[in-house]
């Protein structure tokens, strides 16, 4: 079952990462994400992009459609991820881990013609 906390977690990870690296949009639109949230009980509502826009929707009356959209996908996006997480069992984890060991980095050369 994915938690507000599990998703406030993930939010509060890409809120310090825009704050650092990001655009301001894509920082705003985090900011946005977690005060969605944290008006939630269960973030179960985030689970189809259709009632998490409803929701968002709802809770921030003053911005424009395309922010609330992407404060719904950001969020339903989020819930997903955590979800398929949650159902990966420990043999799919660690073959996955051993793979990406066993293949070599990838580096790029630079070719003059």
């Known amino acids: 079952m994915v938690t507000n906390q599990m998703m406030r977690d993930v939010l509060l990870d890409e809120y310090h990462m825009f704050k650092l690296y990001g655009t301001k949009y ?3 639109t985090v900011e946005k994400s977690l005060e969605v949230l944290s008006h939630v ?3 179960e509502v985030f689970s189809n992009r ?10 921030l009356k003053n911005e424009d459609l395309d922010r609330n959209k992407d404060v719904a996908k ?10 398929t997480r949650q159902n990966q069992t420990d043999s ?22």
């Open 26 to 28: 894509r920082f705003v």
């Open 41 to 43: 009980h269960s973030p």
């Open 50 to 59: 259709e009632s998490s826009l409803e929701l968002v929707t709802k809770e």
């Open 74 to 83: 950001l969020l339903n996006v989020t819930f997903k991820q955590l979800k």
């Open 92 to 113: 799919f984890r660690k073959k996955v881990n051993e793979r990406k060991k066993a293949n070599k980095q990838i580096t790029l050369t630079l070719v003059k013609k």
